[in-house]
């Protein structure tokens, strides 16, 4: 697609569901990073695919938050047992990839997907 | 490993004044650097890269490798500027973002 798609927009659920939220990066983009924005706060990191390397886990915040990226595409963060604290927008990116070529660095972000827990 | 540091989580500044969003960054090889802008209720953006060394919505950035400092400079603050802004590094490891500086542009 033209740009990086994030499903839902928004989310209501209830303390203790899990929800699971989607990224459709852009198309032959190999490196996709999800974030957590947090009311009135900043960026925080959550997990970095590229390609076919194993993720960097580094900022998953518990075991309750997961992530895959099927077929070097699609990628979805799943969070179980959903807390009230797990409440932020949770946003996707895509770049080209790494590598140290000029653009390969630039990401595209998602509009973001809004998590409510109540 | 490589980091970058925004000092200032807010900055207030006056229509028509200067700004200066402060950025430094650790990292032992060649850096890219990049200003990323969100808007009140929009899409986190490419604002520049030093790479392109080119001013955007009157915005200039200079790679100071010596200070190791990448700052997001603006001769006249306008309100539409106003925003929450991320300084961030690209190399050969996944890209690292700064925590965010708000520029809050007071009429």
């Known amino acids: 697609g033209a740009g990086v798609s994030q499903s839902p927009s928004n989310k209501v659920t209830e303390k203790g569901k899990d929800v699971e939220l989607r990224c459709d990066p852009i198309?032959?983009?190999?490196?996709l990073y999800w974030y957590r924005q947090s009311l009135g706060q900043g960026l925080e990191f959550l997990i970095y695919?590229?390609?076919?390397?194993?993720?960097?886990k580094s900022g998953l915040p518990s075991d309750r938050f997961s992530a895959e990226r099927t077929g070097g595409s699609v990628s979805t963060l799943t969070i179980q047992r959903t807390q009230q604290e797990d409440s932020a927008v949770y946003l996707c990116a895509s770049s080209v990839g790494t590598g140290g070529f000029s653009g390969a660095n630039v990401l595209t972000f998602g509009a973001g997907s809004r998590l409510t827990v109540l | 490993a490589q980091r970058v540091t925004q000092p200032e989580k807010l900055l207030s500044v006056f229509k028509g004044a200067p700004v200066e969003l402060k950025c430094n960054y650790s990292?032992?090889?060649?850096?890219?650097l990049f200003w990323y802008v969100q808007y009140s209720r929009q899409r986190l953006q490419l604002l520049l890269r030093?790479?392109s060394r080119e001013s955007i919505k009157g915005f200039t950035a200079d790679l100071n490798k010596g200070e190791t400092s990448f700052h997001l400079k603006k001769p006249f603050a306008q309100e539409e500027d106003s925003a929450m802004y991320y300084c961030a590094l690209g190399g050969y490891q996944k890209v690292t973002f700064g925590t965010g500086t708000k520029l809050q542009v007071i009429p």
């Open positions: 990292y032992s090889g060649s850096p890219e």
């Open positions: 695919f590229q390609g076919n390397s194993a993720p960097d």
């Open positions: 030093h790479i």
């Open positions: 198309s032959g983009h190999t490196a």
